[in-house]
């Protein structure tokens, strides 16, 4: 029994250890985004925040509003490959830029699918323009089919 118990604690100190590991991520790479984009800084954090009120209201548990948080500071990582030229720009954007900020959605799932860890959050990464009328983008889906997150 002693033995049961030694190796419990070492898995809860390897979970715990774990858990403070992709924290850690989340946040350096939350910041990347920021230090990417001076206009939208702090953006991801207020998302995070007003999507886990909403996430708590609708009755999500505690691990979907986590995932949620997560996405939701995420959401606009996938703005780190989109140009600087086109980030920054004072005034409006031609069509084609509008474009390329069009698929910083789709860059930013690509960023994050090599890391199965974040698997739970891609959709959210992926689909956080989609519009209920399926105007939205990428993948154009519409009610029901956007993923809840």
């Keep these: 029994m002693k ?3 030694e190796i419990n ?4 100190l390897a979970y715990t250890e774990l858990k403070e590991a992709y924290r850690g991520t989340v946040e350096s790479l939350r910041y990347a985004v920021d230090a990417k984009d001076s206009y939208t800084k702090n953006h991801s954090d207020r998302v995070a925040y007003y999507s886990t009120l909403i996430g708590q209201k609708i009755g999500l548990s505690e691990q979907e509003l986590e995932t949620l948080h997560d996405g939701a500071l995420f959401h606009d990582i996938g703005k ?3 140009p600087d030229a086109i980030l920054q720009k004072p005034g409006k954007l031609t069509d084609d830029e509008y474009d390329d900020i069009k698929n910083h959605p789709s860059i930013g799932s690509k960023i994050l699918a090599p890391a199965k860890i974040f698997n739970e959050i891609i959709p959210i990464v992926k689909h956080h323009h989609e519009r209920f009328d399926g105007r939205g983008y990428p993948s154009g889906l519409a009610g029901e089919n956007i993923p809840l997150h």
């Design 80 to 82: 780190i490959g989109i």
């Design 9 to 12: 604690e070492k898995l809860d």
């Design 3 to 5: 033995i049961i118990k």
